[in-house]
């Protein structure tokens, strides 16, 4: 299965709160009125894209039949699909990164998101097209989390730098980086602790783990990538400004895009906290997370 198919097989529940209903919709009607609009309104709100954005959309529609864009019914599903795709564009596609660079993915999010599952199939990923990677295990607080990543990295013959329980995140990062360089690695993906509700130890963990690599890997490209779930609706979104509040996040990982009716919250979290989806997850293989594409989220979705 390619990944356009993964990623509409993966909407599929999304896709049946918003796309069915608007094919439904638009099938019986001929021209644009108010009730037509209201019950598009109805039908956004319910895939989880929000109550403001959808609001946004209806108004931009509203605008568009009164000046002749959209003349018939029948136009509006293209329509929708391109201004989705429009509200998620990725401005950084990570298109300048040079290929010689060290990049390092640190990895943030609250326990229970599939974080560690998402490190591993990024991993994978990243070593079916030819990179070298490591995982540096640094999170230290979780019980069995340095386990957890270790048996995923067996899965996917992925080197791991790792510590003992409760030891310094930040000297594992050290050390992370030290075998990097060492080994030559293309990519160092950190696990980091996601105990959200310690918020303070965990910017303190976060700014520390900042400076280790910004000394230890000046020339390396750094981004943060936060671990959503898409099943968790609105509230996944409450969460990611919670993170972004106090730090720089540079891109989402959308997990379980799969198991849930609300994957508009993908372009809730672009268009309300301007935080680009970098990666979705499609199902539980090692295969299931690809790179996000707002054309192909839009047309899977519509």
Known sequence: MGLFDRLKQSLTKTRAALSEKVERLVSGAITVDE???????????????????????????????????????????????????????????????????????????????????????????????????????????????????????????????????????????Y????????????????DTAGRLHNKANLIEEMKKITRVIEREAAEAERRVLLVIDATTGQNALAQAKVFAESLTVDGVILTKLDGTARGGVAVAVKRELGIPVKWVGTGETLDDLQPFDSRQFARALL
């Open 175 to 190: 050390d992370a980086i030290s075998a990097a360089k060492a080994r030559s690695i293309d990519r160092l993906i950190v």
């Open 35 to 173: 009730q037509l609009i209201e019950d598009l309104h109805d039908a956004l709100i319910s895939s989880d894209i929000g109550v403001n954005i959808a609001g946004e959309m209806i108004s931009e529609l509203r605008k568009a039949v009164n000046s002749g864009q959209i003349r018939d019914a029948g136009e509006i599903r293209s329509w929708l699909r391109e201004s989705i795709a429009l509200l998620m564009v990725d401005d950084d596609d990570g298109q300048h990164l040079l290929p010689s660079r060290l990049k390092v993915d640190v990895v943030i999010g609250v326990n229970g998101v599939g974080k560690t599952t998402s490190i591993a199939k990024m991993a994978h990923f990243h070593q079916q097209r030819g990179e070298r990677v490591l995982i540096a295990a640094a999170d230290t607080f979780r019980a069995a989390a340095v386990e957890q990543i270790e048996i995923w990295a067996r899965r996917t013959g992925t080197g791991v730098v790792k510590h003992t329980a409760g030891a310094d995140p930040a000297a594992v990062v």
